[in-house]
């Protein structure tokens, strides 16, 4: 168990729907990021999130959003929902190991798009 | 953006026989990471890395950080049914930073 907690586990929903994905980092953590695996494009970053700031951006699509609130917990926005967003959705959260920033990351979300 | 190119894609051994995974990067990393995936799991960190050259163990697996910071392998020792899985190479360039992922090693164990 890594400490970080994301639900649901499973989603099920419609094109053109929208949804909350949602994840705690672990205690103490301040950096919350946020990946995306699909068969096709493996694991992608999308976005970062530091002490309630966003910090980085990747390849994220203007149809998803995020935020970090002040007890740190971060939520993932997915809107107008398209079959191709269908993948696993990772939150990792990082702590300073004894050199650097390790990422530990939670069970993910299946979202699944019909 | 930048790639890392993972190798092999999958790989079938034997139980008992060891096991070697490498990652290649067109571009500088000042961390690199394995991680271990399961079926419908997060990957999970085995062994992080941060100066060039650096060699790491973690029980029957032992990591090192290349010379050039373009290059990480991985290797497996003695390998038994519970080490299947998918391993991924990850890079970090700057401490705190997004992580740019390799494909995939998928290793499966005949025991």
């Known amino acids: 168990d890594s400490g970080v907690t994301q639900t649901p586990k499973h989603l099920i929903t419609a094109t053109g729907q929208r949804v909350t994905l949602r994840c705690s980092p672990r205690?103490?953590?301040?950096?919350v990021y946020w990946y995306q695996q699909s068969l096709d494009q493996g694991l992608q970053f999308l976005i970062q999130?530091?002490?309630?700031?966003?910090?980085a951006k990747g390849n994220i699509l203007e149809r998803f959003s995020a935020q970090q609130f002040p007890d740190l917990h971060s939520e993932l926005n997915l809107s107008s929902l398209e079959l191709g967003d269908s993948a696993l959705y990772f939150c990792?959260?990082?702590?300073?190991?004894?050199?650097?920033?390790?990422?530990?990351f939670g069970p993910g979300t299946r979202l699944t798009v019909t | 953006g930048q790639q890392l190119n993972q190798s092999p894609q999958s790989m079938f051994i034997q139980e008992g026989e060891d096991v070697s995974m490498n990652c290649t990067s067109s571009?500088?990393?000042?961390?690199w990471l394995w991680y271990k995936q399961d079926p419908g799991e997060g990957p999970v960190l085995l062994i992080a890395?941060?100066?060039?050259?650096e060699l790491t163990s973690n029980g029957r697996l032992t990591a090192q950080f290349g010379i050039t910071r373009k290059d990480s392998f991985l290797n497996i020792s003695a390998s038994i049914p519970s080490d299947v899985g998918i391993y991924f190479c990850?890079?970090?360039?700057?401490?705190?930073?997004?992580?740019?992922f390799g494909g995939g090693t998928r290793l499966m164990v005949k025991p």
């Open positions: 990792a959260s990082s702590q300073r190991g004894t050199s650097g920033y390790e990422q530990y």
């Open positions: 205690s103490g953590d301040l950096s």
């Open positions: 999130y530091y002490n309630g700031e966003e910090r």
């Open positions: 571009s500088i990393f000042n961390t």
């Open positions: 890395l941060y100066k060039a050259g």
């Open positions: 990850a890079g970090q360039d700057n401490a705190g930073n997004m992580l740019t």
